[in-house]
């Protein structure tokens, strides 16, 4: 498959960039000395980034994302429990994040600022529709959006409790315990949902 232009000209930015992310954090300035570096003139850099840092961070962890997909395609997960499922692809995910997980660190404080809670709820989004797809999922109905979106809720926690970077063993109980909280959540809203759904015919 052709790799884009713009996604080219995003790695190599990227490349450069990361480096300075865990000193400088995802800053316009830093990526600004990043794209020099680079050697990516400003149209290159308006082709591979148009909205700036906020395309460089959705890169940053769409490479991960990517990365997490294809690991959990190489392995047999047909013998795990659903949740069993679901927890080795939130790790997957964050074993592709360990190599920069300062700069994770960094974008996860841009995250609760008010001009980036958007696209970072999209970030968690779409992370866990990726676990959730690894891990089996096929539902069409209101399933599909409750599993994605209690997964979503609970990533950010997940995420700060990894960038300090635990035990691997205390990493693993907190995960398990977070999507323990999750699926009973799920469990309850579906007897209250479900019936209201299937009353209007929306099943």
């Known amino acids: 498959m052709t ?20 000193f400088e954090g995802w800053s316009e300035a830093a990526a600004k000395l990043a794209a020099g570096r680079a050697g990516l003139s400003e149209g290159e850099q308006a082709l591979a980034a148009p909205q700036g840092v906020v395309n460089l961070i959705d890169a940053f962890f769409d ?8 690991a959990l395609a190489g392995e047999d997960l047909s013998a795990m429990r659903v949740p069993d499922k679901v927890k080795r692809g939130v790790l997957a995910w964050l074993t592709a994040l360990e190599p920069n997980r300062e700069a994770v660190r960094r974008a996860a404080s841009r995250g609760f600022l008010p001009w980036s809670a958007g696209p970072a709820l999209q970030r968690t989004w ?26 979503a809720a609970v990533l950010p926690a997940i995420i700060l409790y990894w960038s300090d970077n635990p035990a691997p063993e205390d990493l693993d109980g907190f995960v398990t315990r977070r999507l323990a909280n999750v699926s009973g959540i799920g469990r309850r809203a579906g007897q209250v949902v479900k019936p209201v759904l299937e009353r209007f015919g929306k099943r």
């Open 3 to 22: 790799v884009p232009p713009s996604v080219l000209l995003r790695r190599r930015w990227l490349a450069e960039l990361l480096p300075d992310v865990a």
């Open 63 to 70: 490479d991960a994302e990517e990365a997490a997909r294809k």
């Open 126 to 151: 779409k992370v866990a529709d990726m676990v959730w797809t690894a891990a089996g999922d096929t539902s069409e109905d209101y399933n599909r959006y409750s599993k994605r979106g209690l997964l």
